[in-house]
């Protein structure tokens, strides 16, 4: 059984940074793909970035490229969000989800969630 748990958000100004994490358990292979999602209040759950469980081919919705970075930390089977001139935006309950079907930008695509961590970005 895989469990995500995710940790980092907060409350921020109009260009600050905050960085997500996302520590992963269980039996993880390097075809799976794990992704950062966002879900702001009245929306859809939207990708944000996503890459392979072995650090491959990050990939970044337009919205935050440029702006945000997303990566594997090894050591700590970890996956990180760097988000930097963040954006009023760019609030939302952000979640990390594990899926086997490869990059997808459909929250559908995936099968393991954490718990989501809000972000929030003031004016």
């Known amino acids: 059984q895989v469990q995500l748990v995710e940790s980092g958000g907060g409350l921020v100004q109009t260009g600050g940074s905050l960085r997500l994490s996302c520590a992963a358990s269980?039996?993880?292979?390097?075809?799976?793909?794990m992704a950062w999602l966002r879900q702001a209040p009245g929306k859809e759950r939207e990708f944000v970035a996503g890459i392979f469980w072995n650090g491959g081919s990050p990939y970044y919705a337009d919205s935050v490229k440029g702006r945000f970075t997303i990566s594997r930390v090894i050591a700590k089977n970890t996956i990180q969000l760097q988000m930097n001139n963040l954006k009023p935006e760019d609030t939302a309950v952000y979640y990390c989800g594990l899926g086997a079907r490869g990059p997808s930008m459909r929250a559908t695509d995936y099968t393991y969630w954490g718990q989501g961590t809000q972000v929030t970005v003031s004016s």
């Open positions: 269980g039996r993880l292979t390097s075809n799976y793909y």
